[in-house]
């Protein structure tokens, strides 16, 4: 089957269209890790325009040691980094994209003479949109796998960290592999929303191996399991696998919203998809502890399957 394209506009819990859209949402997100979800009314041009018009713009127009300033000590996956081996790529974010305060707060960093208060209006309306589309596609597929309803909101009361993070991906290196952004990888959170602007790149790879380009229309975001949620649904559901490709050599921009369990939390099966079918396949882990194994060079960066070695309760996995 291909990724499906879900439309979320006008779609209220267990309203009209929501059986539909369980149904649809979990049959992609347990084939491909991912779903394409369609919500003009809440990503429409009153909130896109001044997002990639202007806020993005602007961020990525700052002299370097301003972004220098949103760096983290904790690595290249918070404040600004940018890609090393000739690719020009560069990328700023921060944690608690629906809180005012955390953007004011990335925002002074930047501004220090007074913020960005424009800016700040943009992203925390965007944060807080996007939160309530994540957690409204997550409810479905916990739904559609057979999660009670008090089971699927304890979960989500412990997914309480959000990120923002901004892409700004020049021409590909390469011409003939087009590749922006390598290699191809899955993420360790919760799950992904990535919004795309205009020019193509996202790429997923779907159940049968194939790769599908995820063309960037408006009012649309692609939702895409991580490895936190294959824990949560027994290995249900697969992490989704991406990468970057920009055959048309243009120049693109992406925003990347992510989801992750709370620190000092375990992030574990669900007790509603474990039983005698479907026997326990990952023991608990932390966030904190498993982001610092999986992208070190003595840890997870060694195995094929990282999120298995870790904690898989098989643990015969291949080394990379």
Same mark, same amino acid.
């Not at 002299?63 to 700023?92: C, H, I, Q, V, W």
């Not at 795309?196 to 649309?220: I, M, S």
């Given at each position: ?83 090393? %081996? ?5 990328? &700023? +974010?921060? #944690? =608690? ?6 953007? $004011?707060?990335? @925002? ?40 009670? %309803? ?5 979960? &989500? +009361?412990? #997914? =309480? ?6 892409? $700004?991906?020049? @021409? ?149």
């Amino acid at each position: 089957m291909e990724i499906a394209k879900v439309d979320l506009n006008g779609v209220e819990p267990h309203g009209a269209g929501w059986d539909a859209a369980r149904a649809a949402v979990t049959a992609s997100v347990e084939a491909h890790g991912g779903v394409v979800v369609v919500a003009h009314d809440a990503l429409g041009p009153d909130l896109l325009r001044p997002l990639f018009g202007r806020a993005i713009p602007e961020l990525f127009a700052l002299p370097l040691d301003a972004k220098k300033r949103t760096a983290s000590a904790e690595g290249n996956y918070k404040g600004y980094f940018t890609k090393s %081996g000739g690719m020009d790529m560069e990328s &700023l +974010g921060f #944690v =608690g994209a629906a809180n005012a305060d955390s953007v $004011r707060e990335f @925002a002074g960093l930047l501004w220090p003479e007074g913020g960005n208060p424009e800016l700040c209006e943009t992203i925390t309306s965007f944060g807080k949109k996007m939160a309530k589309l994540v957690e409204t596609v997550e409810t479905l597929l916990l739904e559609g796998l057979g999660v009670r %309803g008090e089971s699927i909101g304890a979960h &989500l +009361g412990m #997914v =309480g960290h959000s990120t923002f993070r901004v892409f $700004r991906y020049g @021409a590909p290196p390469d011409r003939e592999s087009s590749v922006s952004m390598g290699p191809p990888h899955c993420d360790y959170s919760m799950a992904t929303a990535i919004v795309q602007h205009e020019v193509e790149g996202l790429e997923v790879r779907a159940g049968d191996g194939r790769w599908h380009a995820v063309p960037p229309e408006p009012g649309t975001f692609a939702f895409l399991a991580g490895e936190q949620l294959r824990v949560v649904t027994n290995g249900r559901v697969p992490a989704c696998l991406h990468r970057v490709r920009t055959p048309s050599n243009r120049e693109r921009f992406s925003v990347l919203f992510g989801t992750r369990q709370n620190d000092g939390t375990d992030v574990r099966a669900l007790d509603d998809l474990v039983d005698a079918e479907h026997p326990l396949q990952f023991n608990p882990l932390r966030h904190e502890e498993y982001s610092k194994w999986r992208y070190s060079e003595k840890g997870g960066l060694k195995f094929e399957d990282p999120l298995k070695a870790y904690c898989g309760v098989d643990k015969d996995v291949a080394m990379a």
